[in-house]
């Protein structure tokens, strides 16, 4: 598998920071599995770098640890026979026995620190004032705890607050970038990978070697054994405490009540108590909170509807949380004909719109329309919804959208539903100019295309 893929920006930017005179400190932070680690080792490569990996120890056996990884790195067998207990004491010894050419200092999993002894953030703050600010060195922290990387280091409160020089909130990589790991695959197929993986790298590795979507759902995520059978629990297990109540919650999710007063509702619930797990799980970047996109107060729109933002948390709560049962009693084939009825429908198609939206950014930065947008989203009321509405919001040009994952070609009927949908909309009704865009998986009818060519406000997207 070509590695590697969509980070050319995140390399570009540590390179920079590393060719810059004197110190640099940047937070590099993000989801697990999304390939922290790796673009670090990748960056380090050839370079005058040292790695530590904080472990959930205790301060005081990091602390041990880190020493050892100085030793190792520098020769130094009195350091590795002395007891050290102090922070300084080990950063001062590595500053006076590995600079020459600029060192770069990785430490992986910097929150744990921070966890084991909350104070430690600001004995780094010291550290980082006293010691390493006028050296030349780059210090790079790595975390995966998202909530606790940012109340660390990037938040106004934070000891290290405004001695960052940047920082990189690495996210999943985006579809378009799919067909570079599986370059043999149709698109519609890729759609069906990106889907399930969500362009997590660890994820996207293990499908590649399977021949189909389903093989590899069944060898990766179906076996007991498999690396992503458990998945879910994993992660969540790392970041709280009660696992099974923030189960229950994003359960309640993927069965479609998005609503606060339906998953209240299904879990038994005050709307008051389930606040603090639909935070935490924003906070993980695990949910979105999510509004009509031409509302203009979001936090005060009562409109709101929870939307789990991760594609294989979906898939995994969707189809592999509620057969559990036949699974564990070795029938997973049953489990299996349930993803193959309800697959494409149930998940692909939502996860369709996702993908289309990304084009859409895409065709407005490549000038597709006279006019560029700066606002792109899913709209709905109590009676309508309509899959993308973009728009100029210092002007008045709109876009609606349609997107359609289905067996057959998508017809006139589904360009005049849009019509009549988009007069719901209230966005400056009476100044707009308005343009429409349907994206089709199986493409357009003869007669869809031929109106088309008629109006200069339509666009089709296969």
């Given at each position: 598998?070509?590695?590697f893929?969509?980070?050319e920006?995140?390399?570009?930017?540590?390179?920079?920071?590393?060719n810059?005179k004197?110190?640099s400190?940047?937070?590099l932070?993000?989801r697990?599995?999304?390939?922290?680690?790796?673009?670090?080792?990748?960056?380090?490569r050839?370079?005058n770098?040292?790695?530590?990996?904080?472990?959930?120890?205790?301060e005081?056996q990091?602390r041990?640890?880190?020493k050892?990884?100085?030793a190792?790195f520098?020769?130094?067998?009195?350091?590795?026979?002395?007891?050290?207990?102090?922070w300084?004491?080990?950063?001062?010894?590595?500053?006076?026995?590995?600079?020459?050419?600029?060192?770069?200092?990785v430490?992986?999993?910097?929150?744990?620190i921070?966890?084991?002894?909350?104070?430690?953030?600001?004995?780094?703050?010291?550290?980082?004032?006293?010691?390493?600010?006028?050296?030349?060195?780059?210090?790079?922290?790595?975390?995966?705890?998202?909530?606790?990387?940012?109340?660390?280091?990037?938040?106004?409160?934070?000891?290290?607050y405004?001695?960052?020089?940047?920082?990189?909130?690495?996210?999943?990589?985006?579809?378009?970038?799919?067909?570079?790991f599986?370059?043999?695959?149709?698109?519609k197929?890729?759609?069906?990978?990106?889907?399930?993986?969500?362009?997590?790298?660890?994820?996207?590795?293990?499908?590649?070697?399977?021949?189909?979507?389903?093989?590899?759902?069944d060898?990766?995520?179906?076996?007991?054994?498999?690396?992503?059978y458990?998945?879910?629990?994993?992660?969540?297990?790392r970041?709280?405490?009660?696992?099974g109540s923030?189960?229950?919650v994003?359960?309640?999710?993927?069965?479609g009540?998005?609503?606060?007063?339906?998953?209240?509702g299904?879990?038994?619930?005050?709307?008051t108590?389930?606040?603090k797990?639909?935070?935490?799980?924003?906070?993980?970047?695990?949910?979105?909170?999510?509004v009509?996109?031409?509302?203009?107060?979001?936090?005060?729109?009562?409109?709101?509807?929870?939307?789990?933002?991760?594609n294989?948390i979906?898939?995994?709560?969707?189809f592999?949380?509620?057969n559990?049962?036949f699974?564990?009693?070795?029938?997973?084939?049953?489990?299996?004909?349930?993803?193959?009825?309800?697959l494409?429908?149930?998940?692909?198609g939502?996860?369709?719109?996702?993908?289309?939206?990304?084009e859409?950014w895409?065709?407005?930065?490549?000038?597709?329309?006279?006019?560029?947008?700066d606002?792109?989203?899913?709209?709905?009321?109590?009676?309508?919804?309509?899959?993308?509405?973009?728009?100029?919001?210092?002007?008045?040009?709109?876009?609606?959208?349609?997107?359609?994952y289905?067996?057959?070609?998508?017809?006139?009927?589904?360009?005049?539903?849009?019509?009549?949908?988009?007069?719901?909309?209230?966005?400056?009704?009476?100044?707009?100019?308005?343009?429409?865009i349907?994206?089709?998986?199986?493409?357009f009818?003869?007669?869809?295309?031929?109106?088309v060519?008629?109006?200069?406000?339509?666009?089709?997207?296969?």
């Amino acid at each position: 598998m070509k590695s590697f893929i969509d980070r050319e920006q995140e390399m570009q930017f540590l390179n920079n920071e590393y060719n810059r005179k004197g110190s640099s400190l940047v937070v590099l932070y993000g989801r697990r599995r999304v390939g922290k680690t790796e673009l670090s080792a990748a960056f380090m490569r050839n370079k005058n770098a040292m790695y530590f990996l904080v472990t959930e120890e205790s301060e005081l056996q990091n602390r041990n640890a880190f020493k050892e990884a100085i030793a190792d790195f520098c020769d130094n067998d009195l350091l590795r026979h002395a007891k050290v207990d102090s922070w300084e004491i080990l950063f001062k010894t590595l500053l006076s026995e590995a600079l020459g050419e600029k060192l770069i200092l990785v430490i992986d999993e910097f929150q744990y620190i921070g966890k084991s002894n909350p104070a430690f953030p600001s004995i780094f703050q010291k550290i980082w004032d006293t010691m390493l600010k006028d050296q030349n060195i780059m210090v790079i922290l790595c975390g995966s705890l998202i909530s606790m990387m940012e109340s660390q280091t990037l938040n106004y409160n934070s000891p290290l607050y405004g001695r960052r020089t940047g920082q990189i909130k690495l996210k999943q990589i985006p579809f378009a970038y799919y067909q570079e790991f599986f370059p043999n695959k149709k698109r519609k197929d890729l759609i069906g990978h990106y889907a399930v993986t969500g362009g997590v790298p660890k994820y996207i590795e293990l499908f590649y070697d399977s021949e189909d979507l389903y093989s590899a759902i069944d060898k990766n995520v179906l076996s007991k054994q498999s690396f992503l059978y458990d998945e879910p629990n994993f992660l969540l297990q790392r970041e709280v405490t009660e696992v099974g109540s923030y189960f229950s919650v994003i359960k309640a999710i993927a069965a479609g009540n998005q609503k606060l007063a339906k998953i209240a509702g299904t879990l038994e619930l005050k709307q008051t108590g389930l606040t603090k797990y639909l935070k935490t799980l924003i906070d993980l970047d695990i949910l979105e909170r999510e509004v009509p996109i031409t509302e203009l107060n979001p936090e005060k729109s009562k409109m709101g509807l929870y939307k789990i933002k991760d594609n294989f948390i979906l898939f995994w709560f969707k189809f592999i949380y509620p057969n559990l049962s036949f699974i564990e009693s070795g029938n997973k084939e049953l489990a299996m004909k349930k993803i193959r009825a309800n697959l494409t429908d149930g998940h692909i198609g939502y996860v369709y719109e996702d993908i289309c939206i990304e084009e859409m950014w895409k065709l407005n930065a490549e000038g597709k329309w006279d006019f560029t947008f700066d606002r792109a989203g899913r709209w709905w009321n109590n009676n309508k919804e309509i899959d993308i509405v973009a728009f100029d919001s210092t002007g008045t040009d709109i876009i609606f959208g349609e997107c359609k994952y289905w067996e057959g070609k998508v017809g006139v009927n589904v360009l005049s539903a849009l019509e009549e949908k988009a007069k719901a909309v209230g966005w400056k009704k009476d100044l707009r100019r308005e343009h429409f865009i349907l994206f089709s998986i199986n493409g357009f009818t003869e007669e869809l295309v031929e109106l088309v060519k008629t109006r200069n406000n339509v666009v089709l997207r296969e």
